[in-house]
């Protein structure tokens, strides 16, 4: 089902993109940098409608999703949420009323100032996310068809990219 779904989301006109004429190839930047991340960026579009695909599953909108993932790290302020999700305080309240409507999470008030709205998955919210981690967390076909030694490597180039950021 989600592969229909998949094929479905994907953006039309995509088929004239390739890996090769994408962002940096498009302008005829041949720099490593700018391939690597031009093909990081290829894969995270190419593969943007698997993500949709399952939210989909579960009737959930991108936004939804993003939430739920988020908000297994334990109880955020709607404010927080806004900021990481990028979207007005006013999104976050439709955000949160429609998962709040499904018995996905509950808003209460901070105990330090009784204004601050917490949000919390509720149980069978924190089943859901638990579903939609298990099913994220399965590489796409181009990661997996990969052999294990190529799979550390990338993970280990990635994993030292995003650890030069923090310092």
């Known amino acids: 089902m989600t592969e229909a779904i998949e094929q ?4 039309q006109g995509a088929e004239r993109f390739s890996p090769d004429n994408w962002l940096a190839g498009e302008i005829g930047r041949t720099d490593p940098g700018s391939e690597a991340w031009s093909l990081i960026h290829w894969m995270m579009v190419d593969n943007k409608s698997r993500f949709l695909a399952i939210g989909h599953e579960f009737d959930l909108a991108p936004q939804q999703t993003i939430a739920l993932r988020i908000l297994g790290g334990g109880p955020r302020k709607m404010g ?8 007005d305080s006013s999104n976050v309240t439709g955000i949160t009323d ?8 509950s808003r209460t008030s901070a105990e330090s ?7 919390v998955l509720t149980e069978e919210g924190e089943q859901l996310r638990e579903e ?5 967390a399965e590489p796409p076909a181009s990661i997996a068809s990969l ?7 990338l993970r280990d180039i ?3 990219a995003i650890d030069s950021q923090a310092d």
């Open 132 to 136: 939609i981690t298990e099913r994220l």
């Open 147 to 153: 052999d294990e030694s190529d799979q550390a490597t």
């Open 8 to 11: 479905e989301l994907k953006p």
């Open 80 to 87: 927080e949420l806004a900021k990481i999700l990028a979207c």
């Open 158 to 160: 990635l994993r030292r």
């Open 113 to 119: 100032d009784r204004r601050v709205k917490l949000l």
């Open 98 to 105: 429609r998962l709040e409507e499904r018995g996905l999470v």
